[in-house]
């Protein structure tokens, strides 16, 4: 199984970006995905998550713009943001609970996302 995220690139502060996070392999189903960020020089933190049941939820300094959605058919993730600011600067990494014959937790490689003010 492998992740496969792209979307990242080079921003203004207050426009938006779509990230993507792609699953590919012998699947069987996934339960959780999530999306975390790594700023430099700080510990990766957890953005936000979504269940197979399509329940989100979100850190405190992204609520309200960023949004989380998925396609099951396509086993795949998406982190839409908005409003974005100079701090939201990072590698953004995907992560998901994927079931083949076990249940295993897998990373995606990152995609940079970087804001200027």
């Known amino acids: 199984v492998q992740l496969q995220a792209s979307g990242g690139g080079l921003v203004q502060a207050g426009g938006s970006l779509r990230l993507s996070c792609a699953a590919s392999g012998n699947i069987v189903g996934i339960n959780v995905m999530n999306w975390y960020r790594q700023a430099p020089g700080k510990q990766r933190e957890l953005v936000g998550r979504?269940?197979?049941?399509?329940?989100?939820n979100y850190a405190d300094s992204v609520k309200g713009r960023f949004t989380i959605s998925r396609d099951n058919a396509k086993n795949t993730v998406y982190l839409h943001m908005d409003s974005l600011k100079p701090e939201d600067t990072a590698v953004y990494y995907c992560?998901?609970?994927?079931?083949?014959?076990?249940?295993?937790?897998?990373w995606g490689r990152g995609t940079l996302v970087t804001v200027s003010s």
């Open positions: 979504i269940t197979s049941a399509d329940s989100t």
């Open positions: 992560n998901a609970q994927v079931m083949t014959d076990i249940l295993v937790n897998y």
